[in-house]
């Protein structure tokens, strides 16, 4: 099976929570979509053209997306013995859609512009909902020519673009994104908690927080379902979580800003992670601030969930 001209053939490295949605709808859109991930027969279980690794999906695929957890797991696949790199070839296009420190960007710039192929770094925004949805938001670095390249692509998965600058300055402004998104949750579960302990309804409380200047994504987004006992599972864990903060904290250092309210957020999901939540949803944040306040819950009597752990 092959894509015609107008509907570019696409590598997707990476088919975890957020890649398998991705992947999933380039190809219900037409696309051929070569997939590859580290869980042998992934791919084939998601509908996807299985490729036999990185590299082979990279040389089937006119575009190159890749959805990875960590900087090191897109060192192995950018430039690792079956990488990215050494498969690329000229006119293709390669996106990082991860999470990533921001100052590798320009690395992976270098070493595929030296072999005529170009990099985008392309931080998304919406979560799975907005991965099924085609509604992301995505923060892009790179020349702003390929954008249009990739445009037929971005249209599928998201619903807004920005353009932020040079290669590198899309993963800062995920970067910068996911800080607040990590301090309103973290925020949020810790007031709704003293709440519920001071003795006031959590559900008259956020109602209170969300007409008032205290409103925020989280408590505007999140809270109204999770007092209901719906903690949207399937989301960023708070082991993501942490590490999403360690690059915002890591960024900030090595520009001399001090962070001293991103350290107090990150050792929040660290007790998090500590206290039996690591791989749970980051909603879950609010329930290891609350056992350590004595097995507080944000929901009402009789809504409490069952312990899913």
Not at 255 to 274: E, H, I, K, N
Request: aromatic share 4%; hydrophobic share 45%; proline share 4%.
């Amino acid at each position: 099976m092959s894509a015609s001209p107008a509907m570019p053939s696409i590598a997707m490295i990476g088919l975890g929570n957020m890649g398998s949605r991705m992947g999933g709808r380039l190809r219900d859109a037409g696309h051929v979509v070569h997939g590859s991930d580290v869980v042998d027969g992934r791919a084939a279980q998601l509908g996807l053209e299985p490729a036999a690794g990185t590299g082979a999906a990279t040389a089937a695929a006119d575009i190159v997306l890749l959805s990875l957890p960590s900087d090191a797991a897109i060192a192995t696949a950018m430039a690792g013995p079956d990488g990215v790199i050494g498969a690329a070839r000229p006119g293709q296009l390669v996106i990082d859609l991860s999470t990533a420190t921001p100052g590798n960007a320009a690395r992976w710039e270098r070493e595929l512009e030296a072999r005529g192929a170009a990099f985008l770094d392309a931080g998304i925004s919406g979560g799975p909902g907005g991965a099924d949805a085609g509604t992301l938001t995505l923060m892009v670095g790179g020349r702003a020519e390929l954008i249009e390249r990739a445009q037929g692509v971005f249209d599928v998965i998201g619903s807004r673009v920005f353009h932020c600058g040079a290669a590198g300055a899309g993963h800062a402004t995920k970067v910068v994104n996911n800080y607040l998104n990590g301090m309103n949750l973290a925020a949020t579960a810790e007031a709704l908690v003293v709440g519920v302990k001071a003795g006031l309804d959590p559900r008259q409380l956020l109602e209170v927080i969300n007409a008032s200047t205290g409103a925020n994504w989280a408590s505007e987004h999140r809270f109204p379902r999770i007092v209901e006992g719906d903690y949207i599972e399937g989301g960023l864990t708070n082991a993501l979580m942490a590490k999403d903060l360690d690059l915002y904290l890591g960024l900030a250092d090595a520009l001399d800003v001090p962070a001293a309210l991103g350290a107090a957020c990150r050792t929040t999901f660290t007790v998090a992670m500590a206290t039996g939540y690591r791989d749970r949803v980051s909603n879950t944040v609010v329930d290891a601030i609350g056992d350590l306040a004595g097995g507080v819950r944000v929901q009402p009597d009789g809504d409490r969930p069952k312990d899913t752990t």
